[in-house]
RNA sequence: GGAUGCUUAGCUCAGCGGGAGAGCAUCGCCCUUACAAGGCGGGGGUCAUAGGUUCGAACCCUAUAGCAUCCACCA
């Protein structure tokens, strides 16, 4: 029997583990059944999970918990991602905060640090998985730099390089100084900042006139080559083929005319940055210019940059422009809002720089993608749009500069002859007497976008796993990764298995703060899921998180939504401890037996058929949103509301056993379909109820079955809901108490054998008279029915009643017969929709002749 | 500059071609024996605006406005 109050903690306790312990979350225990398979998307390894990684995880797990009571051989892996930078930034975070740098330690020492910061993160990780209650097999667990990863990930590299596809070469990158470290495209994020704009004078050669040349950068003015105008700018198409004098350095440029430059911005006259700058790059190549780095590692400035030299470069910047300025050079300073490339992870601003490293040519992995899309295997997005979003991107996407120059990563396993510096890209190390290992690890996504086949024991083809469990059914993930993961899953896997690594993506968006604000450390606006989960319980969150957004939208988190979550699991808490009651100590679980059933059960009977088949169908859809909301008005208005209270006429009566039985089984089917979202106090339920198996993980999902349908019963026990709701509205309206006596009659009959019963109870009635005379009295009508309240009623309210009930009925009479008398509606509309406004408008003309008559009679 | 999403009850959001919904808030009345984290009843919306398609539009199309996000460019 379950305990007066639904409490949470006791009902958590323990249980996580029981199911550990009993292997229920291991893939393959049955492998008669069907498999589905889902990866984790491996959270990093660098601190606490948030709301958000809840939610993700949540999702996945209740598509596991459902497809196991489908019948599915569900396999889960988890695992945690080392995350490359993220973590070195942390780690180097800490050092620094006792004063160290990673170069102090050395590579090996800062590993080893590395490790422990590891280690201490990934407990607290699976912690926190089993407060979350997901059902992951643990025996399966993996991390992106164990060594079958590892060795996923050389063997990757290597094919590639063989192929053509991976390629060292110079080229302007996005470089954070701060981590001093290359970085890819989409680990930019361009933020609008005020900066400023100089205007330079440049002297010309030869000439008394004066070029104004702007720039945003002053300190790059050392790596400069020449200065651009467009061919067309009739300002300066006299000085093309002269040279402009640098103001930084006093070095002569060239004045060349190429149609890139645009005529309008700034003074129409560009400086060119050969090393700095990838579209000046790109015209240095067009023009054969030298490239010209001024920047170190840390965005010092080197020899170049002569006085300067040494100096950070925005100290530089503002010692230089002094310099120019005090030597008459200055035009003007304008504050200018532009777009400032940040570091994803270190923050600092990005500085563009030519450097060697490594690249993944994209177009033919690209194309491989697109192709796919096009084909029968793609890969379906819920929502469809984020297909789109996806498909854009790799068709403008540029090639992937893969390698880091951080330590806590794969290492590039591209080896260089000490003597003739040839370069060996190897799977297998090579005499490490003769070659040294190119220092460089790559890029964390690499070895993520390996994740689901590499997971699977690939590049053994033959591996167990990998032939039953992949392609994956499903991966669920936030639309903010589309670009650093599942493309990239999706290309490597293709070119790799020649298969998409999942059939379907479900995307979701992000939790923000109750004012819709992004949480983040820096406004401390974080919701902490273990201290949710500490007041609400894991359950009311699971469900709080997973209902009340839709699909690829983001969601906020609400304080009173999470409390109305928690409310309606002790709602169902107390239903079911009410059923427990009700059934007794001896009771034997039956199917009910629907030639014993009261029009009550049949009804309910009949609307859980309807809901289980609606529900089953979101929940295919992943529609979790959806389906919980036709579940809970279920749960709440038909079951708790309506038939519990009803049933009790019958159970009070005592030959009930059919009654007991639907109750029994409606409980059950509520239970089983709310499990996915609430897997602990399902649980605790589950196994307080007769006859049940040793956890509810191993139950069935319930099935819709067409014999307990019974239009005749729901349309019936409608009317009687009616009657008493038209009562209660009566005396709330009337300023009669609830259980004010009242006394009624029926004509001609009552909604069903035995309703007057019910009707009694629920409205407190002292007697009911069932005539075939017309009704004195309030009266309400009812398709072939009326009920009285028989009182001495004032007549000219009872008029004032009656005339509204025409009025409105005059409307709806009008409504039918304008829509059933247009040809329009008649000729194209579903025959179905025709006969239900039919049979709509025939009830309506009943029941307004009624209404007249009465009025006549007044 | 390109793309996408959002705009529905006081607040937060579902619904996305056949008569406007939920939670919370609000207003009455109830400590009724599963549940006061409760019960019963009520009030509250020209579904952003303007056109169009359709027998029928909150829902489809087109424009407009506001908000948000992503991508690209920015000397």
Not at 522 to 531: A, E, R, Y
Not at 569 to 596: F, S
Not at 790 to 800: C, H, M, N, S
Not at 811 to 831: I, T
């Amino acid at each position: 029997m379950l305990d007066k109050n639904y409490d949470h903690k006791l009902v958590e306790e323990g249980k996580y583990e029981k199911w550990v312990n009993a292997g229920y979350f291991k893939g393959g225990l049955d492998k008669s059944k069907p498999p589905f398979s889902m990866v984790i998307p491996p959270p990093n390894v660098t601190g606490k999970l948030h709301l958000g990684h809840a939610m993700d995880t949540t999702l996945e797990d209740i598509i596991c918990r459902y497809k196991r009571l489908k019948g599915y051989d569900v396999l889960w892996v988890p695992g945690q991602d080392h995350a490359g930078i993220a973590t070195q930034a942390k780690v180097e975070e800490k050092l620094r905060k006792q004063g160290i740098s990673r170069y102090d330690l050395g590579r090996e020492k800062f590993l080893e640090k590395a490790w422990e910061w590891k280690g201490e993160y990934s407990d607290t990780i699976r912690k926190q998985w089993a407060s979350l209650g997901l059902s992951v097999d643990y025996t399966r667990e993996r991390f992106t730099l164990d060594e079958g990863l590892s060795n996923a990930v050389k063997h990757v590299f290597v094919t590639l390089y063989k192929e053509g596809l991976i390629y060292q070469g110079e080229r302007i990158i996005n470089w954070d100084p701060e981590l001093r470290t290359a970085l890819s495209n989409i680990e930019v994020i361009h933020q609008d900042d005020e900066g400023e704009f100089f205007h330079f004078y440049y002297d010309v050669e030869g000439s008394d006139e004066k070029l104004i040349v702007a720039t945003t950068r002053p300190e790059t003015m050392f790596g400069d080559t020449a200065v651009f105008v467009n061919p067309k700018d009739e300002r300066y198409k006299h000085l093309v083929g002269k040279n402009a004098i640098n103001p930084a350095n006093g070095d002569p440029l060239p004045i060349m005319a190429d149609s890139y430059v645009d005529i309008e911005f700034g003074t129409g006259a560009m400086k060119c940055t050969p090393a700095h700058d990838p579209n000046d790059f790109a015209l240095a190549k067009k023009y054969g210019f030298p490239l010209i780095k001024v920047l170190d590692e840390s965005a010092h400035m080197n020899e170049l940059a002569g006085k300067y030299k040494g100096m950070d470069r925005y100290e530089c910047r503002k010692a230089l422009v002094a310099d120019i300025e005090a030597n008459g050079h200055l035009y003007k300073i304008e504050k200018m809002v532009h777009s400032v490339g940040h570091s994803e992870r270190s923050g600092a601003v990005v500085e563009p720089m030519l450097s060697k490293q490594w690249f993944v040519k994209m177009t033919p992995l690209a194309e491989k993608l697109l192709n796919n899309q096009k084909s029968e295997d793609k890969v379906n997005f819920v929502p469809k749009r984020f297909e789109n979003v996806l498909i854009r991107w790799m068709k403008n996407v540029d090639d992937w500069c893969v390698s880091r120059q951080l330590w806590w990563g794969h290492r590039i396993p591209a080896y260089y002859n000490k003597e003739t510096g040839e370069i060996l890209v190897s799977e297998v190390e090579p005499d490490m007497n003769l070659y040294t290992q190119d220092e460089d690890v790559l890029d964390t996504w690499f070895s993520s976008a390996l994740w689901p086949f590499a997971t699977m024991g690939w590049p053994n083809s033959e591996a167990e796993d990998f032939k039953r469990y992949f392609p994956t059914s499903v991966l669920v993930t936030g639309y903010d990764i589309i670009f650093f993961w599942v493309s990239r899953m999706v290309f490597q896997s293709l070119h790799f298995t020649d298969k998409a690594p999942f059939k379907e993506v479900l995307i979701h968006g992000l939790i923000r703060d109750e004012q819709g604000r992004k949480m983040s450390k820096s406004l401390g606006n974080g919701v902490d899921p273990i201290d949710v989960i500490e007041r609400y319980g894991v359950d009311a969150m699971r469900y709080f998180i997973t209902t009340n957004s839709t699909p690829g939208l983001d969601e906020r988190y609400s304080e009173t939504k999470m409390a109305s979550s928690a409310a309606y699991l002790n709602k169902i808490w107390n239903a079911c401890r009410y059923v427990e009651m009700t059934l007794g100590e001896d009771y034997k679980p039956a199917l009910p037996n629907k030639k014993e059933l009261t029009p009550i059960d049949a009804a309910i009977l009949d609307k859980l058929q309807r809901v289980i088949k609606a529900v089953t169908k979101k929940m295919d859809e992943y529609q979790f949103g959806q389906a919980s909301s036709i579940l809970y008005d279920f749960v709440y208005d038909d079951f708790c509301s309506s038939y519990l209270e009803m049933s009790k006429v019958a159970l009070q009566k005592g030959d009930s056993k059919a009654t007991k039985d639907t109750l029994f089984y409606i409980m059950k089917s509520i239970i089983l379909m709310i499990y996915p979202y609430a897997p602990f106090v399902t649980e605790e339920m589950y196994l307080s109820l007769p006859e049940h198996l040793d956890s509810i993980m191993l139950e069935t999902y319930p099935t819709y079955d067409k014999n307990y349908l019974n239009a005749k019963a729901v349309k019936a026990v409608a009317t009687l809901e009616n009657m008493i709701k038209d009562i209660r509205n009566y005396k709330s309206t009337s300023g009669l108490a609830p259980n004010e006596k009242v006394k009624l009659s029926l004509s001609p009959k009552e909604p069903f054998k035995g309703a007057s019963e019910y009707l009694a109870r629920f409205s407190f009635a002292s007697s009911i008279t069932i005539t075939k005379e017309e009704l004195g009295g309030n009266t309400f009508l009812y398709s072939g029915m009326e009920m009285a309240v028989e009182e001495d009623i004032d007549k000219e309210a009872l008029k004032a009643k009656l005339l509204k009930d025409e009025e409105k009925l005059i409307a709806e009479v009008s409504r039918g017969e304008k829509m059933l008398s247009n040809p329009g509606f008649v000729s194209k509309a579903p025959k179905a929709k025709i006969d239900i406004e039919t049979e709509k408008l025939e009830k309506n003309k009943e029941l307004l002749a009624t209404v007249r008559a009465k009025l006549a009679n007044l």
